[in-house]
């Protein structure tokens, strides 16, 4: 079974004369989601305000996963494609109405778009046919409706009809990769993965960060920190984690630190180190999930103390977002079983009795009384890059099963 599917992007039509870049960049991430989802993409179109994506895939949930994954999406809507003629036009319309009044429709509204003006009919008058046959049906006109309609596109070429059932919202925003590269630290919690998204919804290359406690980087590699990256990837489809081992600042700053601002010591230092990586990674950012207020080190005071002395501009997309709505996003992303799973964070070893509102020239003078540079070199001569890219793992995994087939046809 084939389905043909029309894309809508919202603000990749603002882009004027760059639009070109932001659509080639869309339909190249919408191939390659078609590729981590194993869905069978025959080709893809590019038309005036829209893509057309044919499918040769009879998995209709499979298409909206790989099609909802894509950012710059607006959204998107399982469509009949025909020719220009009303004669082959109204027999479509009367079967997507005969689809709707099973459902319980009670009543309908109709919406064409003649983007076509050598079509002989006009819009009203295309809809008038319509509204002949809902009415034969039993069903009621309501042209103050605006969820229960049936939508005609009539382009240069074809005609598409689709229903409003069949209209699928996506996340919208810009095509990741057109935006540059981030690195974003990582937690195992519920805000830095939304963070992270955030940035690859507005265009960006996200990689990862992520200070952990275990005894080797391979092994933290292993946990849940993978497991949000690859949740991640669905969006980007490739990556790198630096792994930064906790024991280096424990080793080096134990019993050192005055202990009402050894918080915010630590997330300085950790966005110190993270300032370094993003620097040999060729990141153009850090990105946080930081939260105004949520904990104590993210009032103002405190994010103002952590920021000193570090280069790169630091980004936090969700700093006044409601946490509920993080929490909503972080589920319609795929990542809040994985972030509620229990995880020992390194932010909570030093979370008791913390200073709200570090002084800066107290800080300053605890800084300047420690070896932050020998902390930063000794962290970063521990830390290993690990590349994780999505689609090349499918591919393999593909390869390897065509292989093994083959084999066996052998034998």
Do not use: W
């Not at 009919?121 to 009621?140: D, F, H, Q, V, W």
């Not at 080793?251 to 009402?260: A, D, F, N, V």
């Not at 002084?359 to 902390?375: Q, R, S, T, Y």
């Amino acid at each position: 079974m084939t389905y043909t599917v029309l894309v809508k992007y919202g603000e990749i039509g603002l882009k004027g004369k760059n639009q070109n870049f932001f659509v080639s960049k869309l339909v190249r991430n919408i191939s390659q989601s078609a590729k981590l989802n194993k869905c069978d993409l025959e080709r893809t179109l590019t038309q005036r305000d829209r893509l057309v994506c044919f499918f040769n895939d009879s998995n209709k949930e499979l298409i909206i996963e790989t099609l909802r994954n894509v950012c710059g999406i607006k959204y998107f809507s399982f469509a009949e494609e025909c020719e220009k003629e009303i004669s082959v036009m109204t027999p479509i319309v009367k079967k997507l109405l005969e689809g709707m009044k099973e459902a319980g429709y009670k009543e309908v509204n109709f919406k064409t778009k003649r983007g076509d003006k050598r079509f002989p009919m006009k819009s009203p008058e295309i809809n008038l046919e319509y509204i002949a046959i809902a009415k034969e049906m039993g069903l009621n006109i309501n042209f103050k409706n605006k969820e229960d309609m049936i939508f005609t596109e009539i382009s240069d070429k074809k005609v598409f009809i689709y229903s409003s059932a069949d209209k699928v919202k996506g996340f919208a925003g810009l095509p990741v990769g057109t935006s540059g590269k981030v690195l974003q630290l990582l937690s195992g919690g519920i805000d830095s993965p939304v963070s992270a998204f955030s940035m690859m919804r507005r265009g960006c290359v996200v990689d990862f960060i992520h200070f952990h406690s275990e005894t080797t980087n391979e092994k933290a590699f292993t946990m849940k920190v993978r497991k949000l990256a690859e949740e991640l990837n669905k969006f980007q489809f490739k990556c790198v984690i630096h792994m930064v081992p906790y024991s280096v600042y424990e080793m080096l700053t134990m019993g050192k630190i005055h202990p009402r601002y050894e918080l915010v010591f630590f997330k300085h230092y950790i966005l110190r180190v993270a300032d370094a990586v993003a620097k040999y990674s060729f990141s153009t950012g850090l990105v946080t999930g930081d939260n105004l207020a949520q904990v104590a080190s993210q009032t103002l005071d405190n994010m103002t103390a952590v920021s000193l002395h570090i280069d790169n501009q630091i980004y936090r997309p969700l700093l006044t977002y409601d946490k509920e709505d993080i929490v909503d996003i972080s589920r319609d992303i795929g990542c809040f079983d994985l972030s509620v799973e229990q995880y020992k964070d390194c932010c909570s070893i030093h979370s008791k009795n913390p200073l709200t509102s570090a002084k800066i020239d107290k800080f300053e003078e605890i800084l300047a009384d420690f070896d932050m540079e020998g902390l930063i070199k000794e962290s970063l001569a521990q830390t290993k890059a690990f590349k994780i890219n999505s689609v090349k793992d499918v591919e393999a995994e593909l390869n390897k099963s065509e292989n093994e087939e083959s084999d066996d046809e052998e034998e």
